[in-house]
């Protein structure tokens, strides 16, 4: 596939069902342009290569703004909740899973001030915990 705009090669994709241009997405459920998307702000502004589609760069910043808006801050710290409905629940599978996915290169704090408060709770509750450690890397690719 040749793509002879300015954008990354990687950013635009034509083959159906899946269309992914610099300003639009169409998929089998439907499509959307940049223009109907909402306007989003975040403090973070870790910002993408230049080559990055328009599009692109402005689900960038709504990922980035919801990341930013499921902080919760009270007396355990700044950590990460389940999300707006969920208030300030804490789950450990949610807060691993957004370590995995890249989340601890964006915010490394908070990440492990979630992990804290989400072990602290935990063991209020009156389960188990693991003790306290460092697990090596684990050797996979």
């Not at 499509?31 to 109907?36: A, E, I, L, S, W």
């Not at 993408?48 to 328009?54: G, R, V, W």
């Not at 919760?72 to 909740?81: K, L, Q, R």
Request: glycine fraction near 6%; proline fraction near 4%; aromatic fraction near 8%.
């Amino acid at each position: 596939m040749f793509v002879s705009s300015g954008y990354s090669q990687k950013l635009v994709y034509e083959i159906g069902p899946l269309v992914l241009k610099s300003n639009s997405l169409e998929d089998g459920l439907g499509q959307f342009v940049t223009t109907d998307l909402l306007n989003a702000s975040p403090k973070n502004t870790i910002a993408l290569k230049p080559e990055a589609t328009p599009l692109t760069k402005k689900m960038w910043a709504i990922a980035l703004n919801d990341v930013e808006l499921n902080l919760i801050t009270n007396d355990h710290g700044t950590y990460f909740a389940a999300g707006r409905r969920y208030t300030d629940r804490v789950y450990t599978r949610d807060i691993s899973y957004a370590v995995i996915l890249g989340l601890n290169a964006l915010c490394p704090k908070e990440m492990m001030t979630s992990l804290r408060v989400t072990r602290n709770v935990v063991s209020k509750m009156g389960y188990k915990v693991s003790i306290e450690g460092v697990v090596k890397k684990i050797d996979a690719p």
